[in-house]
T-cell receptor, first 115, second 112 residues
C-alpha cells in the first residue's frame, strides 16, 4: 500500500532534549512538508522540501531542523530551542505535477508532549 | 501575505438540514483545497478546485470556487452524523513552491 508513515505516534520530550520525528513516504513524491497543529487551530508550515538535498523554512521554523537525504524520508528534529513544542505534528507529501492539482497527502501524525 | 478565513468556526446542525461553510482568502491564488479531520486523526483530502467556477461534489458535500470574489464554499446537503468532523480549507500561495495557507477550521457537529 502506498502512503505516508510517521513515527512514533506519541513522543515525550524532557526539557533541554532534542527529539526527532520520522516521516517516510512510498508515493514517489518529490515534495514533502512538516506542519504543526495546536489545539483548535489550523496547520502552520514548519519546513518544506521540493527535492532531495534541498529544503526551505516555512512560517515557524525557529527551534526546528530537517534533512532530506533521500526522496522517501524527511525527518524533523525538535531542538531544545523550541520552547513550546507540545503539538500535533503532521507530515505531508505531494507529487509536484500540476495534473494532480499537487494535492498534499498527510501522514497519521505524531503527538509531542513535554514532560 | 495570504490570509485565509473560515466561517463559521463552529457549526451545530440537525440531521437532514443543509448548511454552507465559507472560506475567504486575501490575495490571488490558483487553487484551493478542502480537507476533513476527525478528532485525533490526520487530514483527509476532499476536493481540489483549480479554476474560477469550479464545482466538485462527493456524496453530500459540494465545493465551489469563485476566484474573483476570493471565496470558496463547502455546501452540506441533508447532513448525517457521519459528517461530524473539522473541515479545513487551504489556499496555495503563488509566492513559492506549493505552500499552503490553512484556515482555522470549521468544527461540524451533526445531531441526531
Amino acid at each position: 500500500d502506498g502512503g505516508i508513515t510517521q513515527s512514533p505516534k506519541y513522543l515525550f520530550r524532557k526539557e533541554g532534549q532534542n527529539v526527532t520525528l520520522s516521516c517516510e513516504q512510498n508515493l514517489n513524491h518529490d515534495a514533502m512538508y512538516w506542519y504543526r497543529q495546536d489545539p483548535g487551530q489550523g496547520l502552520r508550515l514548519i519546513y518544506y522540501s521540493q527535492i532531495v538535498n534541498d529544503f526551505q523554512k516555512g512560517d515557524i521554523a525557529e527551534g526546528y531542523s530537517v534533512s532530506r537525504e533521500k526522496k522517501e524520508s524527511f525527518p524533523l528534529t525538535v531542538t531544545s530551542a523550541q520552547k513550546n513544542p507540545t503539538a500535533f505534528y503532521l507530515c505531508a507529501s505531494s507529487s509536484g505535477t500540476s495534473g494532480s492539482g499537487e494535492t498534499q497527502y498527510f501522514g497519521p501524525g505524531t503527538r509531542l508532549l513535554v514532560l | 501575505e495570504l490570509k485565509v478565513e473560515q466561517n463559521p468556526l463552529f457549526l451545530s446542525m440537525q440531521e437532514g438540514k443543509n448548511y454552507t461553510i465559507y472560506c475567504n482568502y486575501s490575495t490571488t491564488s490558483d487553487r484551493l483545497y478542502w480537507y476533513r479531520q476527525d478528532p485525533g486523526k490526520s487530514l483527509e483530502s476532499l476536493f481540489v478546485l483549480l479554476s474560477n467556477g469550479a464545482v466538485k461534489q462527493e456524496g453530500r458535500l459540494m465545493a465551489s470556487l469563485d476566484t474573483k470574489a476570493r471565496l470558496s464554499t463547502l455546501h452540506i446537503t441533508a447532513a448525517v452524523h457521519d459528517l461530524s468532523a473539522t473541515y479545513f480549507c487551504a489556499v496555495r500561495t503563488l509566492e513559492y513552491g506549493n505552500k499552503l495557507v490553512f484556515g482555522a477550521g470549521t468544527i461540524l457537529r451533526v445531531k441526531s
